[in-house]
């Protein structure tokens, strides 16, 4: 396997913020493995780890006003679009801090003031809400864009195909980005899909079109933008596919080696490409010290552990918030 990389022409800032934004997101989840077994997060976790280079690249390529749609798999995207960690872990920890009250946990993450409109646990339901963001944007006259993350496994509902001919004939701004781990739980797409390339099939729709097999941070922000400059010159939806591994278990915080279905040799190839590794070693090459780089890793360690601890001393939410959020309630 080779990646797709780029050479863009400063790594500086922007560069640095995308490390620091997969870096974030690789601790959280590995404190969520260490201090999951203690069973004081009363939520199942979809982890990220792996994939975190897709959210982050994609949501990079993003407008502040835009929004964004996830699957259950929602830590990564929540936080590349600046969800707060302290209050992500009081959600994961059932705790009226949290984003949504303590009330949603790991499967429903959101953020609305951060453009982070829902997460769904159910497979391919975030679609169409998209879509109709996308219709509410276009009919508002917004300038805005819906971006909708997804598996692979998303594309075996009819939902999906529905939601992608309803935003082509509609021409809506909506950006479908599939996370491609070319497995629903532990089935391989091979079982599941009775055709040879799903890019292929969209590429006969009325949308553009591009996929990407790579770890690569910088590559996956390049591909998002150049799509969404298309989208907006044109008035049509964009369809991107990017290859990726979740290194451990489906649902939870194991690895699932044992049960036959993948082996350790591909998870050992592509822990190689690991998206942090490679946009480590870019910022080493251009120059950022090491030094400078391990400062900047420990004050986002200390910083999490603080938002743990205030995650597991914060009150839960009463009685009186049970029915708040289920319907719509005047201001």
């Keep these: 396997m080779k990646d797709a990389t780029v050479n863009p022409p400063s790594l500086g800032t922007r560069s640095l913020e995308l490390y620091k934004t997969l870096y974030t997101i690789r601790r959280a989840e590995e404190l969520i493995i260490q201090y999951y077994p203690e069973n004081d997060m009363k939520t199942p976790m979809h982890m990220s780890m792996g994939q975190e280079a897709i959210p982050v690249g994609v949501c990079a390529a993003l407008r502040d006003g835009d929004q964004v749609f996830a699957s259950y798999r929602s830590h990564a995207t929540f936080l590349a679009k600046g ?43 975030g ?9 509410a944007h276009k009919r508002r006259g917004t300038g805005r864009l819906a971006c909708v993350f997804f598996g692979d496994g998303a594309a075996d509902e009819g939902a999906f195909w529905e939601s992608l001919n309803t935003a082509c004939v509609m021409r809506l701004p909506v950006l479908f980005v599939c996370e491609d781990n070319g497995l629903a739980v532990q ?15 969209i590429s006969r729709f009325k949308c553009h079109v591009a996929a990407q097999d790579t770890t690569d941070v910088e590559a996956i922000r ?23 591994y979740r290194y451990l278990e489906h649902v939870g915080v194991r690895e699932d080696f044992h049960l036959g279905y993948r082996s350790r040799d591909d998870y050992e190839a592509w822990r190689q490409r690991d998206c ?3 946009q480590r070693a870019r910022l080493v090459d251009a120059g950022h010290g090491e030094e400078a780089l391990r400062s900047l890793e420990q004050d ?6 603080q938002d743990v601890a205030r995650a597991k001393v914060a009150p839960p939410p009463g009685p009186e918030e049970l029915f708040k959020g289920v319907f719509h309630e005047k201001p």
Excluded: W
């Design 300 to 305: 986002i360690d200390e910083r999490l552990q």
């Design 276 to 278: 942090l590794t490679l």
């Design 222 to 244: 390049q591909t998002a933008e150049g799509a969404i400059i298309r989208m907006r010159a044109s008035g049509q939806p964009a369809f991107l596919s990017f290859t990726c």
């Design 83 to 125: 969800g707060a960690t302290d209050r992500f872990f009081a959600e994961l920890y059932g705790r009226q801090t949290g984003t949504v009250n303590g009330k949603a946990g790991s499967m429903h993450l959101a953020d609305p003031a951060k453009g982070h409109m829902c997460s769904s646990a159910v497979v391919a339901t």
């Design 187 to 201: 089935t391989p797409a091979h079982v599941r899909q009775g055709y040879a390339s799903l890019t292929d099939i």
């Design 127 to 135: 679609i169409p809400v998209a879509v109709g963001a996308a219709f």
